[in-house]
C-alpha cells in the first residue's frame, strides 16, 4: 500500500481557541492516519478515542482536520507547562542547531540541570542521574537499592504501576492487568503489601480503624513473606494507573518511619506527581516525608523525553565507572529543554495555580456526584483527579461501559479525555496542564457534566 499524502490543516493565524468541532468526528484525514496505524503498528498501545494530534498550545489541541479540543490529559500527566510553551520551545531550536546526543560524555545542560534537581529537592538528596524515562528510573532506583544495601528484596504495593519494562513490571501491582498478564515469570523477591484504596478497602476498614493497612501488616509481611533481606519499599505518592487513588493522611508518614527503623531504602516514584501536578512541587511534600530515592519524568520537561533519580550520595557512591548510564539520557536538548521546564513552573507559579485552579474543580467536581448516580467517588489532589464510575453508589459495582461512554461524549463535545484506568477500567482521570484557567477548567468541567448526563441514559 503507497501512503496518500495529507494535506495539512490551514494555518492558524491566531491563538487555538475552543472548544471547536468543524467536521465529523473523527474527520476525514484523521480516518487516513488512524488507518495507516491500524495497518503497520501493533495495537499494543491504549484505546483512546480516534482523535489525530496536529498541534498544542497551552491548553487546547487541534486535530489534523482543524477540530479543536479542551485538553484534560496533559499528554498523560506530560504537559504541565503547558504544550508549546514559548520558553520552551526556543530552547528546542537553539539546542537543535548546537549538539543533541552527547552519549555520557559531560555536556554544558546535564551537569546544570543534576544541580538545580538537588537545590529544589530535601538536603539529603544530593546527586542526581539524568535519564530518559520513567521506567529508567525505577529500574536503576532497584539497582541503587540492592547495591547499597547488599539485599535484594522489594516490597511493593498492590495496584502500583512502575511502567512497563520487565523490572518495572516485576514490581506493579496487578498482575492481571494487559500491560503485564502473559509476560510472566517476573523477577524473583518482590513482594506486595496493601495500598489504602479505602473506597474499596478489601479489608473492609475505615482510615480511623484501619491497621491492616500500617505498618503492622508490613512487620508480618516482612515475617511471612521474605527472608528479611528487604533492600527497598517502592511507592507512588498517589496511585496513577490504579485510579488517582491518594492515601489517607497519617499513612505516609508511618510508612517512612518503618523504613528508617529497619534501615529500608524509601524509593518515592513521582514519575506521575512531580513538577506541580498536585499543587506542590513535589507530591510528597503534601506528607511531610522524605525519599531516599525520588524518581521523576514526564512533567520534569513538560515535552521532550527525560527522567531522573534524585539520591542521597550514601547510596549514589554505590556506583562505579560503567554501572549506570543511558545512550539519550541528559542529552544536551532534553537537559536544557527539562532546565527551563523547572524555571518555568517555578517562576510561572505553576504549583500554586494548581492547588487553586484545582480546590475549585474539585468543589464543582464533588457537586457533580451529588447529580449522579454513576458517580461513586471523586478524588483528587492539585490539579490530577479520579472519577470513579458504578452502576450504583450502594453496591460500588464498577460500569467500564459508562466510563468508555462518558469519554466518547467528552470527545464530540471537544473535551479530550484519556482512556479509562483503575483496577477496573471504571475511572476517569482528569489531568489538565497546570497553565490552565479557573474560566478554562469550570468550562471543562461543564462538557464533562454534559457527556455524564448523556452516557449515564446509555446507548
Known sequence: ???????????????????????????????????????????????????????????WLEDVDGNVFLDFTSGVLVVNAGHSHPRLVAAMQEQAGRVVNTYDFVNEWRPRLAQK????????????????????????????????????????????????TYGAMSIGGKRSSAGIKGFGPFLPGVVFAPFPYCYRCPFGQTPDDC?????????????????????????????????????????????????????????????????????????????????????????ISSTVPLSAIVGESRIMDALTPGTMGS???????????ALENVDVIIEERLSENAAQVGEVMLRRLQALQ??????????????????????????????????????????????????????????LRIAPPLVITEQEALRGVELLADAIADAAVGP
Not at 522524605?290 to 512533567?299: A, I, S
Request: charged fraction near 25%.
Open 1 to 59: 500500500m503507497v501512503a496518500t499524502q495529507l494535506k495539512p490543516a490551514a494555518a492558524a493565524v491566531s491563538p487555538l481557541q475552543g472548544p471547536r468541532i468543524v467536521t465529523e468526528l473523527p474527520g476525514p484525514q484523521a480516518k487516513e492516519l488512524l488507518a495507516l496505524s491500524r495497518e503497520y503498528e501493533p495495537r499494543s498501545m491504549s484505546d483512546q478515542v480516534p482523535m489525530v494530534w496536529a498541534r498544542g498550545e497551552r491548553v
Open 117 to 164: 534537581l538537588v537545590e529544589i529537592t530535601p538536603p539529603n538528596l544530593d546527586k542526581a542521574v539524568i535519564l530518559t524515562t520513567g521506567a529508567e528510573t525505577t529500574e536503576a532506583a532497584m539497582k541503587l537499592a540492592r547495591k547499597y544495601t547488599g539485599r535484594y528484596e522489594i516490597i511493593a504495593f498492590h495496584g502500583a504501576f512502575h511502567v512497563r
Open 211 to 299: 491497621r491492616l493497612h500500617g505498618t503492622d501488616y508490613l512487620d508480618w509481611l516482612v515475617e511471612t513473606e521474605t527472608e528479611d533481606n528487604v533492600a527497598a519499599v517502592i511507592v507512588e505518592t498517589y496511585q496513577g494507573a490504579a485510579g488517582s487513588i491518594m492515601a489517607p493522611e497519617g499513612w505516609f508518614p508511618k510508612l517512612e518511619a518503618w523504613c528508617r527503623q529497619k534501615d529500608i531504602v524509601l524509593i518515592i516514584d513521582e514519575v506521575q506527581a512531580s513538577f506541580g501536578r498536585t499543587g506542590k512541587l513535589f507530591g510528597f511534600e503534601h506528607y511531610g516525608i522524605t525519599p531516599n530515592l525520588l524518581c521523576l519524568g514526564k512533567g
Open 327 to 337: 545512550t539519550h539520557g541528559g542529552n544536551a536538548l532534553c537537559a536544557r529543554v
Open 370 to 427: 451529588e447529580r449522579y448516580e454513576c458517580l461513586g467517588d471523586v478524588r483528587g489532589l492539585g490539579l490530577v483527579f479520579g472519577l470513579e464510575i458504578v452502576k450504583s453508589r450502594a453496591t460500588k459495582e464498577p460500569d467500564a461501559e459508562t466510563t468508555r461512554r462518558i469519554i466518547e461524549a467528552a470527545y464530540r463535545r471537544g473535551l479530550l479525555l484519556i482512556a479509562p484506568i483503575g483496577f477496573y477500567s471504571n475511572v
